[in-house]
């Protein structure tokens, strides 16, 4: 039990009850005051059916909002109802974003509910609920709140779409494709129906990745419409700059991220454009060039995450480059064997990193598929490795769906010693390896004709151009 240092309510009313409260809940160990820029509003009334019984569970209500601190508990804001069961909440935020809100009873000793909740400037939240609750659960209105639950409704929609796709035959390309766009459109429209608010901003983002790869000019226009004050600048940059490449090229590319960086308004945005940059080099295999923005992005902005970032994109050209021996991994497939990349020396390895569910996957799974179809089992080892930990998830996916090699899931997913030894963290991913243990090259997903090619040169018995493999 987690003591927040206020009295409590000393007993609930007989009768129809009316109670207000909130209370946000996360794991921890102690409350601390914030240090604040964003402040916000909530009132809420919550009535209680005295019919219902269990009475006691409603006693000692609790409006609290904290945030998590590491181990430590920052308190957001607090209040306690009154007589009529109103509550008057100011909340003050480090920042803009979404936080967890949750319903106690028992004095905070048990939960009866919980939601995400938006704390944005000068945005004033109410919320009623009638307990005991029937399966509606909370649902704090607002600007910023309806946007929230927009932008849930649609990624619930795609997740059924994804979900009916794992458990039925695969649809045609024509069908994903169209899945894609109907629910980028529905996020991208959340800026009209929603303006300003947090989830439209991040929604219009999750577009942009979505159409990534399907429709780079509309996706190289759009990024260019995301404002500084989108929660995923930096997201819209890195799409935008991948998108931009494949269309025009490096050079171009390059050109967008300067003004990106010139738009950026503060310094943790100028360091993600600036990893963007050096993802850039890297694509490009000008790999000083990449060390070169990497340091001076470190020695800029230290203490940021991106800093971290460019420290893994620094091993990755130190370890991961063509001709570099393969880093080694004994992993456990899901028959229950080990197996190291050191003892498939003497073969080509494909070495595949995957999402179930990722449309850009599910479309490409086919090709990989032909792929191995078109080799020897004993000529060319693949070895795929889901980055989604869930057990559950991975079976729904290769119940009706052959993924022929073998196979293994990261346990602790992109955190995995399995997925960050290759920096596989965005997938799919593939990585060639030669019967000597060299790596051949790193491939995305509109790399993949590439990889088929130099698998064909490795199968080639001599260099001729009068004796090709022919692969799919």
């Given amino acids: 039990m987690i003591s927040y240092g206020f009295p409590l309510s000393s007993a609930v009313p007989s009768g129809r009850c009316v109670l207000g409260a909130v209370l946000l809940f996360v794991l921890g160990s102690a409350c601390q005051p914030p240090s604040s820029s964003v402040q916000s509003h909530l009132t809420g009334q919550i009535i209680v059916d005295s019919s219902a019984g269990a009475l006691d569970a409603y006693r000692d209500i609790r409006l609290l909002v904290v945030r998590p601190d590491g181990r430590r508990l920052d308190t957001l804001g607090h209040a306690r109802p009154g007589p009529d069961g109103h509550v008057q909440m100011p909340i003050s935020a480090p920042e803009r974003s979404v936080y967890a809100l949750s319903l106690w009873g028992r004095g ?11 704390v944005a400037p000068g945005d004033t939240a109410t919320l009623r609920v009638r307990l005991p609750l029937q399966g509606e659960g909370l649902r704090p209105a607002s600007p910023e709140n309806r946007a929230l639950q927009a932008y849930r409704n649609a990624m619930t929609m795609h997740q059924r779409l994804l979900t009916r796709r794992l458990r039925n035959a695969p649809p045609s390309a024509n069908v994903q494709v ?64 991948r998108a931009e490449a494949r269309l025009y090229g490096h050079q171009a590319a390059l050109t967008l991220l300067d003004t990106l960086e010139v738009r950026a308004a503060n310094a943790r945005q100028q360091a993600g454009v600036q990893a963007a940059r050096i993802q850039a080099f890297l694509d490009s295999a000008q790999v000083e060039a990449a060390l070169s923005a990497s340091q001076r992005l470190r020695a800029r902005f230290p203490r940021t995450s991106w800093a971290e970032w460019a420290r893994r994109t620094e091993y990755e050209a130190a370890r991961l480059r ?96 399995l997925v960050t030894r290759y920096n596989a963290v965005r997938v799919p991913r593939w990585v060639l390896i030669d019967d000597t243990g060299a790596i051949v ?27 090709p493999l022919s692969l799919p």
């Fill in 322 to 417: 063509p001709g570099m021996t393969a880093p080694n991994l004994t992993l456990r497939t899901l028959r229950g064997d080990t197996l190291s990349l050191r003892s498939l020396r003497g073969r080509p390895v494909v070495l595949e990193y995957y999402r179930p569910g990722l449309d850009l996957y599910a479309l490409q799974r086919p090709l990989r598929n032909a792929l191995y179809n078109a080799t020897r089992a004993d000529s060319v080892a693949f070895i795929s490795i889901s980055t989604e930990p869930d057990t559950l998830v991975n079976r729904a996916f290769l119940r009706n769906r052959p993924l022929p090699g073998r196979r293994a899931i990261a346990a602790d997913g992109t955190s995995d010693p």
């Fill in 441 to 467: 090259d790193c491939y995305r997903a509109g790399d993949f004709p590439a990889l088929r090619q130099s698998l064909a040169q490795l199968l080639r018995p001599e260099p001729s151009a009068d004796a």
């Fill in 178 to 241: 169209q899945n894609i766009r109907l629910t980028s459109s529905v996020l991208w429209d959340l800026r009209d129906r929603y303006p300003g608010t947090f989830a439209a901003e991040f929604a219009a983002v999750e577009s942009l990745s979505l159409l990534e790869g399907w429709n780079d000019s509309l996706v190289a226009a759009r990024a260019q419409q995301i404002g500084t004050a989108s929660p995923r600048y930096v997201d819209a940059a890195h799409i935008a700059r």
């Fill in 108 to 118: 905070g000793r048990e939960q009866l509910a919980s939601t995400e909740y938006v």
